[in-house]
């Protein structure tokens, strides 16, 4: 099915969403929307899928105009979403989920769970996506999760597939899976539209490549452009991918874990006997496939898990069982990974933001009143320093990008006198400039000689902060390896298989 | 970051728009072009405003309040008979009965020009400010919770055991009056904040919702002050059958603020100070911006190192203790003659719509606050002398509270601009 967006417009009071975009997309290619954070890809997608009406433009397939009201039309034309968060029931079997929202019926309204199951094997063995349609979509590893997604859309005869940042939750083997299913879809003739920011898929398996800044199409590029080329395209100037750091210079041991167990509600350990070491001036990072017990791991550090034993101790003092509160006065910073969660409060100023965890103490209290100057004065030249953009000090946290966001939580946990940094996922969602920024923040932090505890699930942030990586699986410690480990064997570790001729650093 | 392309709140995209944007549109855009878009996005907020939107609830109330009482008049109905025969007989009989009404409740409520003594003239105004002492102090208790994110419908309870035990002090105490007072006001505000620190406590310790605690708490304190009342040691007149307490002393009475011949008492001067320490306390202290940030983002204020049950708990405790002064303010104030068990004068309910339309900020409590004692005193005015009954004072405050409650449906109806999609 040949797509043609023409001229999408989509504005949301005085701000331009997507601007005049339009986009042609050929059967049996594979057209990636590159763009960062809110650059208006998803608006575009959301327009085509019927969940958004465009001001202006029009959406055609295969010759017709289309006006879709809802994501039902757009189905019905032959247009498959697979959401970058999955829109699966549990406790249903895959063959269930299917049939979801397209139930056939038989005799008095009976489910015909037979016929759905015939279609998921018949999809299954046709591009060989190895699913049983009798399980439980609980019990399935995140990847094959997405192919799910995808033989539902594939059941109701999509000729276009969407999908929307599909490698976010996946792992190094997984997206590589995922990228041959792509290919094969290609070859099958179906139209894919491929969105994400991460270059190296991008090139991977793009055919063509349309580029998306601020809510325009700022150019096409070819799948061969280096991957400089396309991030200045993205962010609309050079930009520097690779962090520069010296060598570290390592100190005492700082940050000494031992043993530690983080159990959760339900009594499963998250966190199952971990033992690291963190020294002051190095940058320890934590890889894994998201929820493999780092979460519990930052959070069980600040005091927020509950149960937990074991022990953490920064520089002597014991962790556990200290309430957040002390934690954060023993000199701990932390940048958790969801900052619209637990970094900020939207609904406060940025000036407020920056003063969330010191409502006890000076500089900003004295005798139980806020001193609203200090702040102020502290808040416009930390808007400064880290060059957050905004209006000015009073822009409320809620109306920033993820990246201006991003910098008032650095901004917050940077300017105290830090013994330990935690950063989890400190650039998720953070706009290309952004990333650089706060990078180089995160390094400076580690050359002043304090330890950092870094987080996440992006390798390409794991290669480039860590002196140190220590690999997560299932709450358990993998290995800790150079920085310099191939990408290869670490992708192996982040599924729990430890090669057999690797050696752990030690010191 | 230009004013042309200031983000709205709660959008997807645009909120994530970087902002290098400025730099490149800026140019693009006319001058005059860009002070038209600025005086359209200044008219955007007022119409999302607070206030605004208060005031336009509080109009329509009004307005739908007019059909009624247009439609209950016998007047009406009989010209309606022959409407189209002579038109204007419906329509005087229409304005008479509108306008009857709500002069009725101007005299009632702020300056009755049918009298001639000034001081008898004002007199209403006082009876505004009465009224509304309470209503404010109310107000200001749930309001102050609502900024924690708890819904408090305690304010009943609260107010009945604030009341019973400031009585308890007010007549089985003996003491002189700098003493007496004070003690019955403080031990008042003890037990209401002894009764919404209840609620917050079972929120923080164990995750009992609220709104079901202090309903409970509600009938808890109804059946406690009903127990009190029928033993002599606590709150029981000796040798009466009625649930009444005997008067307060007149060492425990608030005085009256314009001498004897007003009913107006200090109650309403105390409102006055509460409102100014709620507005202290929420935008000026530490507590309070803790009490805001657990509010707007509990997850956030915990990983600050904020104790949000403890929070939950403090809050819970002032917002019980404005209840009670509030309680209080009727036992020691209003009505002297002795505890009973209205004298909530369901107040603890007014409570929540005065928050409500005050948005939950001090001046605005206590400007809804002053509207409702204005309601309250007219109403009765109206029912006397234009024989619309009382009630209607109430669909009226339902009325604001619905408007409120469907802002959509306010703007709609004004064409407003409507608000970007949560």
Same mark, same amino acid.
């Given at each position: 099915?040949?797509?043609?967006?023409?001229?999408?417009?989509?504005?949301?009071?005085?701000?331009?969403?997507?601007?005049?975009?339009?986009?042609?997309?050929?059967?049996?290619?594979?057209?990636?929307?590159?763009?960062?954070?809110?650059?208006?890809?998803?608006?575009?997608?959301?327009?085509?899928?019927?969940?958004?009406?465009?001001?202006?433009?029009?959406?055609?397939?295969?010759?017709?105009?289309?006006?879709?009201?809802?994501?039902?039309?757009?189905?019905?034309?032959?247009?498959?979403?697979?959401?970058?968060?999955?829109?699966?029931?549990?406790?249903?079997?895959?063959?269930?989920?299917?049939?979801?929202?397209?139930?056939?019926?038989?005799?008095?309204?009976?489910?015909?769970?037979?016929?759905?199951?015939?279609?998921?094997?018949?999809?299954?063995?046709?591009?060989?996506?190895?699913?049983?349609?009798?399980?439980?979509?609980?019990?399935?590893?995140?990847?094959?999760?997405?192919?799910?997604?995808?033989?539902?859309?594939?059941?109701?005869?999509?000729?276009?597939?969407?999908?929307?940042?599909?490698?976010?939750?996946?792992?190094?083997?997984?997206?590589?899976? %995922?990228?041959?299913?792509?290919?094969?879809?290609?070859?099958?003739?179906?139209?894919?539209?491929?969105?994400?920011?991460?270059?190296?898929?991008?090139?991977?398996?793009?055919?063509?490549?349309?580029?998306?800044?601020?809510?325009?199409?700022?150019?096409?590029?070819?799948?061969?452009?280096?991957?400089?080329?396309?991030?200045?395209?993205?962010?609309?100037?050079?930009?520097?991918?690779?962090?520069?750091?010296?060598?570290?210079?390592? =100190?005492?041991?700082?940050?000494?874990?031992?043993?530690?167990?983080?159990?959760?509600?339900?009594?499963?350990?998250?966190?199952?006997?971990?033992?690291?070491?963190?020294?002051? =001036?190095?940058?320890?990072?934590?890889?894994?496939?998201?929820?493999?017990?780092?979460?519990?791991?930052?959070?069980?550090?600040?005091?927020?898990?509950?149960?937990?034993?074991?022990?953490?101790?920064?520089?002597?003092?014991?962790?556990?069982?200290?309430?957040?509160?002390? @934690?954060?006065?023993?000199?701990?910073?932390?940048?958790?990974?969801?900052?619209?969660?637990?970094?900020?409060?939207?609904?406060?100023?940025?000036?407020?933001?920056?003063?969330?965890?010191?409502?006890?103490?000076?500089?900003?209290?004295?005798?139980?009143?806020?001193?609203?100057?200090?702040?102020?004065? !502290?808040?416009?030249?930390?808007?400064?320093?880290?060059?957050?953009?905004?209006?000015?000090?009073?822009?409320?946290?809620?109306?920033?990008?993820?990246?201006?966001?991003?910098?008032?939580?650095?901004?917050?946990?940077?300017?105290?006198?830090?013994?330990?940094?935690?950063?989890?996922?400190?650039?998720?969602? @953070?706009?290309?400039? +952004?990333?650089?920024?706060?990078?180089?923040?995160? /390094?400076?932090?580690?050359?002043?000689?304090?330890?950092?505890?870094?987080?996440?699930?992006? %390798?390409?942030?794991?290669?480039?902060?860590?002196?140190?990586? &220590?690999?997560?699986?299932?709450?358990?410690?993998?290995?800790?390896?150079?920085?310099?480990?191939?990408?290869?064997?670490?992708?192996?570790? &982040?599924? =729990?298989?430890?090669?057999?001729?690797?050696?752990?650093?030690?010191? | 970051?230009?004013?042309?392309?200031?983000?709205?709140?709660?959008?997807?995209?645009?909120?994530?728009?970087?902002?290098? +944007?400025?730099?490149?549109?800026?140019?693009?855009?006319?001058?005059?072009?860009?002070?038209?878009?600025?005086?359209? $996005?200044?008219?955007?907020?007022?119409?999302?405003?607070?206030?605004?939107?208060?005031?336009?609830?509080?109009?329509?109330?009004? !307005?739908?309040?007019?059909?009624?009482?247009?439609?209950?008049?016998?007047?009406?109905?009989?010209?309606?008979?022959?409407?189209?025969?002579?038109?204007?007989?419906?329509?005087?009989?229409?304005?008479?009965?509108? $306008?009857?009404?709500?002069?009725?409740?101007?005299?009632?409520?702020? !300056?009755?020009?049918?009298?001639?003594?000034?001081?008898?003239?004002?007199?209403?105004?006082?009876?505004?400010?009465?009224?509304?002492?309470?209503?404010?102090?109310?107000?200001?208790?749930?309001?102050?919770?609502?900024?924690?994110?708890?819904?408090?419908?305690?304010?009943?309870?609260?107010?009945?055991?604030?009341?019973?035990?400031?009585?308890?002090?007010?007549?089985?105490?003996?003491?002189?009056?700098?003493?007496?007072?004070?003690?019955?006001?403080?031990?008042?505000?003890?037990?209401?904040?002894?009764?919404?620190?209840?609620?917050?406590?079972?929120?923080?310790?164990?995750?009992?919702?609220?709104?079901?605690?202090?309903?409970?708490?509600?009938?808890?304190?109804?059946?406690?002050?009903?127990?009190?009342?029928?033993?002599?040691?606590?709150?029981?007149?000796?040798?009466?059958?009625?649930?009444?307490?005997?008067?307060?002393?007149?060492?425990?009475?608030?005085?009256?603020?314009?001498?004897?011949?007003?009913?107006?008492?200090?109650?309403?001067?105390?409102?006055? /100070?509460?409102?100014?320490?709620?507005?202290?306390?929420?935008?000026?202290?530490?507590?309070?911006?803790?009490?805001?940030?657990?509010?707007?983002?509990?997850?956030?204020?915990?990983?600050?190192?904020?104790?949000?049950?403890?929070?939950?708990?403090?809050?819970?405790?002032?917002?019980?203790?404005?209840?009670?002064?509030?309680?209080?303010?009727?036992?020691?104030?209003?009505?002297?003659?002795?505890? +009973?068990?209205?004298?909530?004068?369901?107040?603890?309910?007014?409570?929540?719509?005065?928050?409500?339309?005050?948005?939950?900020?001090?001046?605005?409590?206590?400007?809804?606050?002053?509207?409702?004692?204005?309601?309250?005193?007219?109403?009765?005015?109206?029912?006397?002398?234009?024989?619309?009954?009382?009630?209607?004072?109430?669909?009226?405050?339902?009325?604001?509270?619905?408007?409120?409650?469907?802002?959509?449906?306010?703007?709609?109806?004004?064409?407003?601009?409507?608000?970007?999609?949560?």
């Amino acid at each position: 099915m040949r797509l043609v967006l023409r001229g999408i417009t989509k504005r949301f009071g005085s701000v331009v969403a997507n601007d005049s975009i339009s986009l042609t997309v050929e059967p049996g290619e594979i057209h990636c929307l590159l763009g960062e954070n809110g650059a208006g890809k998803s608006t575009l997608m959301n327009v085509l899928y019927g969940l958004y009406k465009a001001d202006e433009g029009e959406i055609e397939l295969d010759g017709e105009v289309q006006h879709f009201t809802g994501p039902g039309d757009a189905m019905a034309a032959g247009i498959g979403m697979v959401h970058q968060h999955f829109m699966l029931i549990p406790v249903f079997t895959v063959a269930e989920n299917v049939m979801l929202g397209n139930e056939s019926t038989g005799f008095a309204g009976t489910l015909d769970v037979d016929a759905a199951r015939e279609r998921v094997t018949e999809i299954s063995e046709r591009f060989g996506f190895h699913v049983n349609p009798d399980t439980l979509v609980e019990d399935l590893p995140v990847g094959v999760q997405q192919r799910v997604e995808i033989i539902k859309a594939l059941s109701r005869d999509a000729e276009l597939l969407v999908f929307d940042e599909p490698t976010a939750v996946l792992t190094p083997q997984e997206t590589d899976e %995922l990228m041959e299913i792509m290919r094969q879809l290609k070859e099958a003739g179906k139209a894919i539209v491929f969105i994400t920011h991460k270059l190296r898929e991008v090139r991977e398996v793009a055919d063509r490549i349309t580029v998306i800044r601020l809510g325009k199409v700022v150019g096409e590029a070819d799948p061969t452009a280096s991957n400089a080329e396309l991030a200045s395209m993205m962010v609309g100037r050079p930009v520097e991918l690779v962090v520069h750091k010296d060598a570290p210079k390592i =100190g005492a041991d700082a940050l000494v874990v031992k043993d530690l167990r983080v159990t959760d509600l339900a009594g499963h350990a998250q966190v199952d006997g971990l033992s690291f070491t963190i020294r002051a =001036g190095e940058v320890l990072c934590v890889a894994g496939v998201q929820g493999n017990g780092q979460t519990e791991l930052t959070e069980a550090i600040l005091g927020l898990q509950d149960d937990v034993s074991g022990s953490i101790t920064l520089d002597g003092l014991e962790l556990v069982g200290r309430t957040t509160r002390q @934690v954060l006065d023993a000199g701990v910073g932390f940048i958790p990974e969801d900052r619209q969660v637990d970094g900020l409060v939207p609904g406060f100023t940025i000036a407020e933001n920056l003063m969330l965890n010191r409502s006890f103490k000076s500089p900003f209290v004295k005798n139980g009143n806020l001193r609203l100057g200090a702040l102020r004065e !502290f808040a416009q030249q930390k808007l400064k320093e880290y060059d957050v953009r905004a209006r000015d000090i009073d822009s409320l946290a809620a109306n920033l990008s993820g990246g201006n966001q991003q910098k008032v939580v650095v901004a917050r946990e940077l300017s105290r006198d830090l013994r330990l940094l935690v950063a989890a996922q400190p650039t998720r969602g @953070v706009d290309v400039g +952004s990333i650089e920024f706060i990078h180089k923040q995160v /390094v400076a932090t580690r050359d002043s000689g304090i330890p950092v505890l870094v987080v996440s699930t992006e %390798l390409d942030e794991v290669v480039a902060l860590a002196d140190r990586i &220590m690999v997560l699986y299932r709450g358990r410690v993998v290995g800790i390896v150079p920085a310099d480990t191939p990408r290869e064997t670490l992708g192996l570790m &982040m599924t =729990g298989e430890r090669p057999k001729d690797l050696k752990d650093v030690v010191a | 970051m230009s004013d042309t392309d200031k983000p709205q709140p709660e959008k997807p995209e645009a909120g994530t728009q970087p902002q290098e +944007s400025a730099a490149e549109t800026q140019p693009e855009v006319d001058p005059h072009d860009a002070r038209g878009e600025r005086s359209r $996005s200044l008219l955007r907020e007022i119409a999302s405003g607070d206030a605004l939107a208060g005031a336009l609830a509080v109009f329509l109330a009004i !307005f739908v309040g007019s059909v009624m009482i247009a439609a209950i008049d016998e007047g009406v109905r009989d010209t309606a008979g022959y409407l189209t025969a002579r038109p204007s007989d419906f329509f005087s009989a229409v304005w008479e009965a509108i $306008s009857g009404a709500y002069s009725a409740m101007f005299r009632g409520a702020i !300056f009755n020009y049918n009298l001639t003594e000034p001081a008898q003239q004002w007199r209403p105004l006082t009876e505004t400010l009465k009224f509304a002492g309470p209503l404010i102090l109310g107000g200001l208790g749930v309001g102050l919770a609502f900024r924690a994110s708890l819904f408090n419908i305690g304010g009943r309870g609260q107010m009945l055991v604030a009341g019973g035990a400031a009585g308890w002090v007010g007549f089985q105490v003996d003491l002189p009056f700098i003493v007496h007072l004070p003690l019955a006001i403080l031990v008042g505000m003890a037990a209401g904040a002894l009764w919404g620190g209840i609620a917050g406590l079972l929120k923080a310790r164990t995750g009992a919702h609220e709104v079901i605690v202090t309903i409970m708490l509600n009938y808890v304190g109804y059946y406690l002050l009903f127990y009190a009342l029928t033993k002599e040691w606590l709150l029981k007149t000796p040798g009466s059958v009625n649930p009444k307490s005997p008067p307060m002393d007149d060492s425990a009475v608030l005085p009256k603020v314009l001498g004897d011949q007003f009913n107006l008492h200090f109650g309403f001067v105390l409102a006055l /100070v509460a409102v100014g320490v709620a507005w202290w306390l929420l935008n000026r202290s530490t507590l309070g911006y803790r009490i805001r940030a657990v509010g707007e983002n509990p997850h956030a204020a915990r990983a600050s190192g904020i104790n949000v049950g403890r929070t939950y708990t403090v809050v819970m405790m002032i917002a019980g203790s404005l209840l009670g002064l509030a309680g209080v303010n009727q036992v020691l104030g209003t009505v002297p003659s002795g505890v +009973s068990l209205d004298l909530d004068a369901s107040i603890g309910f007014d409570a929540i719509t005065v928050a409500l339309l005050g948005r939950s900020r001090p001046l605005g409590i206590l400007a809804a606050g002053l509207l409702f004692g204005a309601f309250k005193a007219g109403g009765f005015t109206m029912q006397t002398s234009e024989n619309i009954s009382v009630d209607l004072v109430l669909v009226v405050q339902s009325l604001i509270v619905l408007f409120l409650a469907a802002p959509p449906l306010v703007r709609a109806i004004f064409r407003l601009p409507a608000q970007e999609a949560k």
